[in-house]
RNA sequence: GCCUCCGUAGCUCAGUGGAUAGAGCAACGGCCUUCUAAUCCGUCGGUCGCAGGUUCGAAUCCUGCCGGGGGCACCA
């Protein structure tokens, strides 16, 4: 919560509380009608017609969610309960929508409720119920829209681990982004969230890449499968400087050097991932390496690689053909058996990947969570497959999330075609928080595209810009407010009736919804989308409804019932883009 | 060939079985002596790839086809 923490509005901390006091001493204590409750209500509602025809059916508040009415005349809320009901009740859609209204009608809070079409349900609430919201947003502050619809569960989210061999680059961000904001989400559902980097730090690749800075280092030509870019030659130069005698080790045992410049470098390019993860506001509760998978214990014990092919010997799902050991994925749905051990006794880097997902299951996690790019597609069989074989339910234990690669203005992204951009580059070029927005602002599973010249634009075509507009107006009015003398000494929710009014309330009053759906769906852009119908909302509003008096008006209770208004919406939009990861600047 | 994702306005894309399918951009036209005009208002713009099916109701679910991305290693 570091960002909003910062960007509170100056003037919401000191005078605050004490207008709390006054204001609540002042106000009637309405009856609040949010979305849930409305619910809950009309479950009590329909489950009381239900017992009355003798039927047996369960109803819960999922049955009679409400929803926003795309259009306007169709009330503040809308339930298609009836229509859901009636067939197995019996009746007639309109029939029973009209038994619910009747008595929705005298729910505390609700105007009018009213049947239309085939059976909807369209509710319109008191503008006072409505106008209560702004001041339950403000008590609640950072808190608003935080829920426990996923308490109790300890959710291991992985995303990223790229290789330690270079730089993060574009290829890897828009997991960086969506792996962070997920996580973020999660845990304003109340989850239990580690997110976590697997360092490929073993194998083949950290050879190459040793060997490519060592050349560097020594000044000698690189060598036949060197990795490019100019970054090992700056690793190399670094290491030469770190271990001065390393020219002389070299020429003495080649090997020995070559393990020291690799530990080095794997360590600097390390720090600078982390480093550039830190500048992006992507932040990981584990780096977990995969070497130490592959070490054996202190006491000889066998590694955790060996550990994990035996506990699944045990469980007798290994086995060995063709010189090589197996296990037999294909029992859990893969479409082809996977090897462990190849023929020359090396494992697989899948062996690897068993052993890590038995980790995270000894760790105690329920559920699994990984993040891939489409090019890693093939993964999810024999991932889910190891699931199966550690004796976890397939279904809710492990979720691999696939994700579309990303285009730079529409050139395909590509190692071999060298137009790689770094993560880095990408930070000075556009600057973190336009890049968090806009990678978190499509689904996953869309293929996005990164035009540049949109992001470095500073207007509605870039839709990071309008919400912190919005947020920054707010603390402008919030500013000026303080200037002319509106307080928050009273709160007369009963005014807030100006259309423009009523739909910001109705945007609020979806706030929590929206966290809750974003995070049990795992779609942190849905918040986005949010966001921005919520700067909308707070744009109109703020257009047709002034906070601050005109010269010569007096200040009233409409002006500070609104001043509360203006800052529940500040309230929400910070509190959503810090799930995203991107600031709320006071001004623009 | 098999698996998977995508196909919605001129462009980029939202849309958790509901009412007349939305937003931004682009195009055209409006509003600043009033809290930030990076805002707001209006107009134009659609066989939701195609064809069946499921049901009170389908852009949404199922099947098939068409078009595009990605994947199908004893690589890491």
């Avoid at 470095?456 to 947020?471: E, G, L």
Wanted: charge should be negative; hydrophobic fraction near 40%; proline fraction near 4%.
């Amino acid at each position: 919560m570091a960002t909003s923490g910062q960007a509170l509005c100056s003037s919401l901390r000191g005078p605050l509380v004490a207008d709390r006091e006054r204001a609540r001493s002042c106000a009637l204590d309405w009856m609040l009608v949010t979305p849930q409750e409305l619910a809950a209500a009309l479950a009590r509602i329909l489950s009381e017609l239900v017992a009355e025809r003798g039927a047996e059916l369960i109803v819960t508040e999922q049955d009679t969610a409400v929803e926003r009415p795309k259009n306007r005349e169709h009330g503040d809320w809308a339930s298609n309960a009836a229509m859901k009901f009636a067939k197995r009740l019996g009746v007639n859609p309109r029939e029973l929508a009209q038994q619910i209204a009747e008595r929705a009608e005298r729910i505390d809070g609700v105007a009018r409720a009213e049947v239309a079409g085939p059976g909807f349900i369209n509710v319109t609430l008191d503008a006072a119920s409505a106008g209560e919201t702004a001041r339950r947003v403000v008590e609640a502050g950072e808190s608003y829209g935080r829920g426990d619809a996923l308490r109790g569960q300890k959710i291991n989210l992985e995303f990223v681990s790229a290789n330690p061999t270079g730089p993060l680059h574009l290829g890897h961000t828009r997991w960086a982004a969506l792996g962070d904001s997920t996580a973020r989400v999660l845990r304003a559902a109340g989850a239990e969230v580690t997110s976590e980097y697997y360092i490929n730090d073993a194998g083949s690749q950290m050879n190459k890449f040793g060997r490519s800075v060592l050349a560097a280092a020594l000044g000698e030509d690189a060598p036949e499968d060197a990795y490019p870019g100019a970054y090992i030659q700056t690793l190399g130069e670094r290491v030469r400087e770190q271990i001065p005698e390393l020219a002389e080790l070299a020429a003495s045992d080649r090997d020995a050097a070559l393990a020291q410049a690799q530990e080095l470098a794997y360590q600097l390019q390390l720090a600078e991932i982390k480093d550039s993860l830190e500048r992006f506001n992507v932040h990981f509760d584990v780096f977990f390496s995969e070497r130490t998978l592959h070490t054996p214990g202190e006491q000889g014990e066998p590694s955790p690689i060996a550990a994990a092919v035996d506990r699944l010997r045990e469980q007798g799902h290994v086995f060995e053909a063709d010189d090589a050991i197996w296990v037999r994925t294909t029992d859990f749905g893969d479409d082809k058996d996977r090897v462990f051990t190849r023929g020359n006794g090396v494992y697989t880097y899948f062996a690897a990947d068993a052993a890590y997902y038995l980790s995270k299951k000894d760790r105690g996690f329920g559920e699994k969570i990984y993040l891939l790019g489409a090019d890693h597609h093939g993964y999810i069989g024999r991932l889910t497959a190891i699931a199966g074989a550690a004796g976890d339910d397939t279904e809710t234990d492990i979720t691999v999330l696939i994700g579309q690669l990303v285009n730079l203005n529409g050139a395909r992204l590509s190692k071999r075609a060298g137009n790689i951009v770094e993560l880095d580059d990408l930070l000075e070029w556009l600057g973190s928080d336009a890049l968090r927005y806009w990678l978190a602002r499509y689904p996953a599973d869309s293929p996005l595209s990164l035009d540049g010249e949109k992001l470095r634009s500073r207007s509605n075509d870039n839709p990071v810009f309008y919400v912190q507009y919005a947020h920054a107006r707010t603390c402008a009015v919030d500013r000026n407010a303080a200037q002319a003398g509106v307080d928050r000494s009273s709160f007369a929710p009963e005014l807030l009736t100006h259309e423009t009014e009523t739909e910001l309330l109705g945007k609020l009053q979806q706030y929590p919804g929206v966290v809750a759906g974003a995070a049990e769906l795992r779609e942190p852009h849905r918040i986005a989308r949010f966001l921005e119908e919520l700067a909308a909302a707070y744009h109109r509003w703020y257009d047709n409804c002034r906070v601050l008096p005109l010269a010569g008006e007096e200040i009233g209770d409409l002006h500070r019932t609104r001043l509360w208004l203006n800052d529940a919406a500040g309230q929400v939009l910070r509190n959503g883009l810090d799930l995203l990861g991107v600031s709320a600047p006071e001004r623009l």
